[in-house]
């Protein structure tokens, strides 16, 4: 596959994450604050559940995403998927302390860019590394590992948030 169909297929799904992004916000309150949908989407408006729509809008579309490529592009997509997101999230957390540590306000319209921001990165570097032609860090096996240990990790820490600052609402 070319380097241009790569370059259209992560920017739909770039374009695709943004949009589940911002669905996936209201999604608990819709479905009547269901259980269920709290290890998915934010319960709150802590930083840690926001993470969820970074996370979650990137491992639904690298599915879809995945069956586009060619067999050798396939061979480190699911890693590069994998540092997206963690990529993606790392710079929501690095972005938002920031700002609000110098501006001193959390502002929602600075939260939506930040988001976007984060996204692009995320996507971006997805994008990169797809198209690198370098070997994959992480075995495909592991890189699933990582994605269900996260998804773990986002439902204990959903029902049992740790005290400190990350999890609390601003």
């Not at 990169?128 to 204990?156: A, D, H």
Request: charge should be neutral; aromatic fraction near 20%.
């Amino acid at each position: 596959m070319s380097e241009n169909k790569i370059r259209k297929i992560e920017i739909t799904a770039f374009i695709a994450a943004c949009i589940l992004g911002v669905l996936f916000h209201f999604v608990y309150d819709w479905t009547g604050k269901n259980p269920a949908a709290a290890a998915f989407f934010p319960v709150n408006e802590s930083t840690w559940e926001h993470l969820k729509l970074v996370f979650f809008p990137i491992l639904i579309l690298s599915f879809g995403e995945y069956f586009f490529l060619q067999p050798s592009q396939r061979e480190r997509f699911w890693w590069a998927k994998l540092a997206s997101a963690l990529t993606g999230m790392a710079l929501t957390v690095t972005l938002f302390y920031t700002y609000t540590g110098v501006y001193g306000k959390n502002v929602d319209f600075l939260n939506i860019m930040l988001y976007f921001l984060s996204m692009a990165a995320a996507y971006v570097l997805s994008y990169s590394w797809i198209n690198s032609g370098r070997k994959s860090i992480l075995p495909e096996s592991v890189s699933f590992v990582c994605f269900l240990l996260l998804i773990l990790v986002f439902t204990i820490f959903t029902f049992y948030p740790p005290d400190i600052g990350l999890f609390r609402e601003p």
